[in-house]
């Protein structure tokens, strides 16, 4: 016959873990998008968030053997070097030129296996994704209106709960009013 103390820890730990489980599940996990430009606002900013830096895995042409990577390197062969000139200007706290949208339109079929998740800011700059597992991505945002171009990457640790992340004018990678 077993010990009943044991059965005892054994059904305490068991109810514990459960409760433990049940109580994740329940609270969820969310990022919270907040932008506070004026002219990006009212347009709408646009974000994906990555499993992946998308100008790192396009510079070192991660994707390169792939179809897909041939694909996109033979049809573009000028976009690793445009990412690797962007990676290098990010990396020394440069700002980056209009050149960062031909890179998000020409890298797109590299980049877009790795999105977790997109949103769209409302009318007061905001947007929320929920459904998300604890981890670290990427999120990458960019928004075009009436003279007014801006573009986001940056890394984002995503905690159990809630996760506000601010793009503004000072964090932006590329930025022109």
């Known amino acids: 016959m077993r010990n009943p103390l044991f059965l005892q820890v054994f ?7 459960l409760f433990s489980l049940q109580c994740s599940c329940s609270r969820g996990t969310s990022v919270i998008l907040k932008v506070h430009t004026d002219s990006t606002r009212e347009a709408g900013v646009t974000a994906h968030l990555l499993d992946i830096d998308p100008i790192n895995l396009v ?6 053997q792939s179809p897909q990577g ?3 390197y033979r049809a573009h062969p000028k976009l690793k070097q445009l990412a ?5 200007r990010r990396r020394e706290a440069y700002s980056l ?3 960062v949208f031909l890179f998000l339109h020409q890298s797109r079929p590299l980049w877009e296996p790795h999105v977790i998740g997109s949103l769209r800011t409302d ?7 929920d459904g998300l597992k604890p981890g670290n991505y990427w ?30 004018r000072s964090n932006a990678l590329y930025f022109i009013d």
């Open 59 to 64: 510079a070192t042409g991660a994707d390169e």
């Open 11 to 17: 059904a305490l730990v068991s109810l514990s873990i």
């Open 84 to 88: 690797g000139l962007m990676n290098a």
């Open 139 to 168: 999120l990458m945002g960019y928004g075009e209106a009436r003279g007014s171009e801006s573009f986001w990457v940056r890394p984002v640790a995503v905690k159990e709960g809630y996760n506000v992340v601010v793009l503004e």
């Open 123 to 129: 009318a007061e700059g905001e947007a929320r994704i």
């Open 97 to 99: 030129g209009p050149d």
């Open 70 to 72: 041939q694909e996109v």
